[in-house]
Nanobody, 126 residues
Framework: QVQLVESGGGLVQAGGSLNLSCVAS????????MAWFRRAPGKEREFVAA????????DYTSSVKGRFTISRDNAKNTVYLQMNSLRPEDTAVYFC???????????????????WGQGTQVTVSS
C-alpha cells in the first residue's frame, strides 16, 4: 500500500511563502503523476497543481498560477509545492495525491488519483 506523508504547512502572513513536501513510499514513484489538492473551510476539495511522472508536464488552477510551483525529486520520492505571495484565500488543508503506477500523465480530477495523504494545514493571516 502506498503511503503519502505531507509536511511544511503552518501559519504565515499574507504575502509570505511556504514550501510543502510530500514523501511517497514505494519504488515506482517516477512512473506516477502527482498532484496537490486543497480543502478550504466550508468548501469542497479542489485541484491546485499536478506534475507528470517525468516532470515534463505541469498544470495549475488559475488562482495559483504565477504564485505556486510544483516540482518533484524522483530520487527522493518527493513532490513539492512552493507557495509564494500567499493570500488569506489560500487557507486550507493541502493534500498530496498520487496516481497508480505507470499512470504518469497528469489529471486535475480527484477521481484520477488513487492514493492520498492525510493533509497539512496552511493558514494565511491578513
Amino acid at each position: 500500500q502506498v503511503q503519502l506523508v505531507e509536511s511544511g504547512g503552518g501559519l504565515v502572513q499574507a504575502g509570505g511563502s511556504l514550501n510543502l513536501s510530500c514523501v511517497a513510499s514505494g519504488r515506482t514513484f517516477s512512473t506516477s503523476a502527482m498532484a496537490w489538492f486543497r480543502r478550504a473551510p466550508g468548501k469542497e476539495r479542489e485541484f491546485v497543481a499536478a506534475i507528470s511522472g517525468g516532470a515534463d508536464t505541469r498544470d495549475y488552477t488559475s488562482s495559483v498560477k504565477g504564485r505556486f510551483t510544483i516540482s518533484r525529486d524522483n530520487a527522493k520520492n518527493t513532490v513539492y509545492l512552493q507557495m509564494n505571495s500567499l493570500r488569506p484565500e489560500d487557507t486550507a488543508v493541502y493534500f498530496c495525491a498520487r496516481r497508480m503506477t505507470f499512470r504518469s500523465s497528469i489529471s486535475s480530477a480527484q477521481s484520477g488519483y488513487d492514493f492520498w495523504g492525510q493533509g497539512t494545514q496552511v493558514t494565511v493571516s491578513s
